[in-house]
C-alpha cells in the first residue's frame, strides 16, 4: 500500500520544467535557444522592416486614382520609371553624390582613426568623445551650419574677399552637388571613424614588430598587415555611410539646389506633394534594389582586393 501511495503521489506531482517536448528540443538545441532568445529583436524587425517593406512592393504595382489606388496588379509605375529620363537621370546623380561622399569620409577619417588606435595609448576614450562631441547636435543644425559657411556672404567667401583673392563671392560653393557632398562626408564622419578605429584597435601589434624585424617599411608594413587587417572597418563604414546617404533628401533640398538634388527628393515629393503613394513605392524599391547590387558589387571587389594584397 505504502508503494502504490508513493507512486500515485510521484505521478501527481508537478514536472520540472523544461521536461517537456519543446523543453527537450530546446536543451537539446543549441541554435533552437539563440532562436528563442532572439524572437522579441526578430519579431520588432519582422513588424518594423519586413512589413513596411513588403507593403510598398505590394503598393508599387497599384495606380494612383485621385484621393485612391487602384489595387489592380500593373507594371505601369516601373514602365513609366523607364520611359522617364529624369529619374534615371537622378538616380544615377544620388548614386555617384553618395559614392562620392562615402569616398571622401573614409579617406579623411581612416587617418585620425588611425592616429587615435596607433599613436594614442593613454585616455583613448577621450579622444573618441572630443571626436565625435560635434555630432551631438541636430543633424538639421549641422546642414544649416555648412549653409552658413558655404553661402554667398558665409565664412568661406568673406574670408577670400577679405584677403584680396577674389572679387566677388564664389556661387558654386553653395547650391551645388559640391555642397551636399561636403555636408554629407561631415555629416556621416562619425560613423566612418567608429567601426574603422574598433578594425585597427584590434590588430595584434605583434605582427606589426614582426614585420618591421623582417625588413618591411612602414609603407609596406602598412600594406601588407594594416591596411588588409583592418578592411572589415572600411567595408562597414562604407556601407554605413553609402546606404542612408542614397535616399538622403534633407541635404539636397537645403544646399543642393536644382544641379544638387537627389532621388529621395523626388520620392519625397511622391508621397507628400504629388500625393503619387504607388509612384514613389516604385522609386524607394528601385533604390533599394540598386543599393544592394552596389554593396554586394563592392562587398566582393574589396574582399577580393584585400586577399590579394594580404
Not at 577674389?166 to 567608429?194: C, D, G, M, N, R
Not at 574582399?303 to 590579394?308: A, G, I, M, P, T
Request: some cysteine; charged content about 10%.
Amino acid at each position: 500500500m505504502s508503494g502504490e501511495s508513493a507512486t500515485s503521489a510521484n505521478s501527481g506531482s508537478p514536472k520540472p520544467p523544461g521536461t517537456g517536448r519543446l523543453g527537450r528540443l530546446l536543451q537539446r538545441s543549441e541554435a533552437a535557444r539563440g532562436l528563442s532568445l532572439l524572437s522579441p529583436t526578430l519579431l520588432i524587425m519582422f513588424i518594423g522592416v519586413a512589413v513596411p517593406f513588403g507593403i510598398l512592393i505590394v503598393m508599387s504595382f497599384w495606380t494612383q486614382i485621385g484621393f485612391g489606388f487602384d489595387t489592380s496588379p500593373t507594371v505601369a509605375n516601373y514602365e513609366n520609371f523607364g520611359e522617364r529620363p529624369i529619374y534615371g537621370a537622378l538616380l544615377k546623380r544620388s548614386l555617384w553624390m553618395s559614392s562620392a561622399a562615402t569616398a571622401a569620409t573614409v579617406l579623411l577619417c581612416y587617418p585620425m582613426a588611425y592616429f587615435v588606435a596607433f599613436h594614442i595609448h593613454r585616455n583613448k576614450m577621450i579622444w573618441i568623445v572630443l571626436i565625435t562631441l560635434p555630432f551631438w547636435t541636430s543633424y538639421l543644425l549641422r546642414v544649416f551650419a555648412w549653409k552658413v559657411v558655404l553661402g554667398y556672404e558665409g565664412v568661406i567667401n568673406s574670408a577670400l574677399m577679405t584677403l584680396g583673392l577674389i572679387k566677388a563671392p564664389l556661387e558654386f560653393l553653395l547650391y551645388s552637388q559640391s555642397a551636399v557632398v561636403i555636408t554629407l562626408a561631415h555629416a556621416w564622419a562619425a560613423f566612418a571613424i567608429l567601426p574603422m578605429y574598433v578594425s585597427l584597435e584590434k590588430i595584434d601589434k605583434s605582427l606589426l614588430e614582426a614585420a618591421t624585424d623582417l625588413g618591411d617599411g612602414p609603407v609596406r608594413r602598412f600594406l601588407r598587415i594594416t591596411l588588409p587587417l583592418s578592411m572589415p572597418g572600411v567595408i562597414s563604414a562604407s556601407l554605413l555611410i553609402f546606404i542612408p546617404t542614397t535616399g538622403d533628401y534633407i541635404t539636397p533640398a537645403l544646399l543642393g539646389g536644382p544641379d544638387g538634388a537627389m532621388i529621395g527628393n523626388l520620392i519625397q515629393k511622391q508621397f507628400g506633394a504629388i500625393n503619387n503613394w504607388p509612384m514613389g513605392a516604385t522609386l524607394s524599391i528601385i533604390l533599394m534594389l540598386s543599393i544592394a547590387a552596389i554593396a554586394l558589387v563592392f562587398m566582393f571587389v574589396t574582399n577580393f582586393v584585400r586577399k590579394r594584397i594580404s
